[in-house]
């Protein structure tokens, strides 16, 4: 069940039922009191309608299903060992997910993305690269390799995910070299994806105008290892100007904000978001991987100032 729901159901609609019989009591059966009641139970009806909808900070947390995963998949060339994380209490319709480390990372520099958009209801499906070194167009086609990955558990004979997932919707994001990756995958192969999330990404003298996927772009303001002049800023200029597409720079924000936090200190985020870049990757997910319109507002409208005051730049076109 969702999280949300109980209290959606419960501590919203008690109120209300108790206002009905206050209502009765105080204004007997009054024309005026009908007329109030009525507006009540209207009122109420549309609660109980939209409580299923999460609020935008409940994107930020872990969501409403229990995450469950395996690791015993077909073994394809273009990447080494995989984790593929789900939303085990949710029946089927999962859109796809495929993430990418960065040089000299590993799955586990993904596993919080794994836990937390599974939870959002996606299948998600981390990889380590065949080599550490893999450079950014492997990391593309080891990407799009794991969409391929995905399609297949939708028919795979034992697959645990045969027949929930829609194959129709996948989107691919990666860190720094897999970020690079993620945008080198839609500049090639836009027709098979319905969006993409790099992070931090990494990839010189690059020209992203055949992405035709919408983007969100996730920076960190003192990236030194991709420094944004060089590598987030070109890439997201080099966009089609048409795109749909969002550029969030984390203020004070290292290579490594959008990352897991690992043993080695070296690699993790110096500032926690989570939370934040947690939130727009799911709204940006279910409004261009499942078009689900609700999250719209989430996605474009301005955000709350504790939001905005973490980020040093937003930019974006809808
Ligand atoms: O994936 C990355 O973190 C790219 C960082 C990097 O410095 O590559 C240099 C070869």
Not at 199 to 215: H, I, L, Y
């Amino acid at each position: 069940m969702p999280d949300f729901a109980p209290s959606g159901v419960f501590s919203y609609c008690d109120p209300i039922v108790f206002l009905h019989s206050e209502v009765v009591r105080n204004m007997r059966s009054s024309l005026s009191a009908k007329f109030l009641l009525l507006i009540l139970l209207a009122a109420s009806v549309s609660f109980a309608q939209t409580s299923d909808r999460p609020d935008r900070e409940a994107l930020g947390r872990p969501g409403p299903y229990q995450v469950a995963y395996y690791s015993q998949l077909p073994d394809v060339p273009e990447f080494g060992a995989a984790t593929l994380y789900f939303p085990a209490n949710k029946g089927d319709d999962f859109g796809g997910v495929v993430v990418s480390p960065g040089f000299y990372e590993q799955q586990e520099n993904m596993r919080w993305w794994g836990n937390h958009l599974a939870s959002h209801g996606y299948a998600v499906l981390t990889i380590d690269t065949n080599a550490l070194t893999d450079d950014p167009s492997m990391r593309a086609d080891a990407l799009m390799a794991g969409v391929e990955l995905l399609r297949a558990e939708n028919t795979r004979m034992g697959s645990t995910l045969r027949g929930k997932i829609l194959t129709d919707r996948m989107a691919v994001m990666g860190h720094s070299m897999g970020g690079g990756g993620a945008l080198l995958a839609a500049n090639e192969h836009s027709d098979e994806l319905k969006a993409i999330i790099p992070f931090t990404p990494w990839q010189p003298n690059a020209d992203f105008s055949s992405v035709s996927v919408p983007t969100l772009l996730i920076a960190g303001e003192i990236d030194r290892i991709a420094p944004n002049a060089e590598h987030s800023r070109p890439h997201y200029e080099s966009l089609a100007a048409d795109l749909t597409k969002m550029y969030l720079e984390v203020k004070g924000g290292n290579h490594f904000i959008a990352n897991s936090e690992v043993e080695n200190e070296r690699l993790n985020p110096n500032t926690d978001v989570h939370d934040l870049v947690g939130t727009m990757a799911v709204a940006w997910l279910k409004l261009f991987v499942d078009e689900d319109e609700f999250y719209r507002d989430i996605v474009f409208s301005e955000m709350p100032q504790a939001d905005k005051a973490r980020l040093s730049r937003v930019e974006f076109t809808e």
